[in-house]
């Protein structure tokens, strides 16, 4: 299993995994949009050739803001969402240092909050019914992320 930066190749895998991780999954078009603008971001988890998990977002300046986490079900609980992330922290295409991560997440995802909170992340706000389906969520920030 290998971590490294998305590519084209991976996004019929990515998709895959969005639409297994959750209720209202990113489409093609979504996902290609986001490809194109200048601060995107992401990294996949691939084993020959199968993405098991991703992260992506948007870098700008020393900010990052992570728009979207996903393991696929039978790989979960194993380590691949940290490593991700704590991977995803390390990297920068922009020089500098992140100094400030964001991210939303639904105030019903205890897994997903575990892992954010036990990286440091801290809740600094909610956006009511920001999902699709109503629900609303936490705004998560982490500080100067440690990246050794
Ligand atoms: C959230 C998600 C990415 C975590 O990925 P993962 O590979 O299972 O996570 P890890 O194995 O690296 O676990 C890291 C930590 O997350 C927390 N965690 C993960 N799964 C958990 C669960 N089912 N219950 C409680 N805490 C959990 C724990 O703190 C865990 O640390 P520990 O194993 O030392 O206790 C994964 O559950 C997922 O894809 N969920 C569906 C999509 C999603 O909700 N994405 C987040 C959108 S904001």
């Known amino acids: 299993m290998e971590i490294r930066p998305l590519s084209a190749m991976d996004i019929s895998g990515v998709l895959a995994v969005e639409r297994v991780c959750f209720s209202d999954p990113w489409d093609f078009a979504m996902l290609a949009e986001m490809m194109l603008s200048p601060v995107f971001r992401a990294l996949v988890a691939v084993e020959q050739r199968e993405v098991l ?26 380590g691949l969402g940290r490593a991700l992330m704590e991977q995803y922290l390390k990297t920068n295409d922009f020089g500098g240092r992140v100094q400030s991560v964001f991210l939303e997440v639904r105030v019903s995802n205890a897994p997903a909050q575990g892992l954010y909170r036990s990286m440091g992340f801290y809740e600094i706000g909610q956006r009511s019914r920001y999902y699709s389906d109503g629900e609303d969520a936490l705004v998560l920030r982490l500080d100067a992320p440690e990246t050794k």
Do not use: N
Not at 55 to 70: F, I, N, P, S
């Open 53 to 78: 998990g991703f992260v992506l977002g948007y870098q700008v300046a020393d900010e990052l803001q992570v728009a979207d986490l996903g393991v696929k079900p039978r790989c979960q609980r194993q």
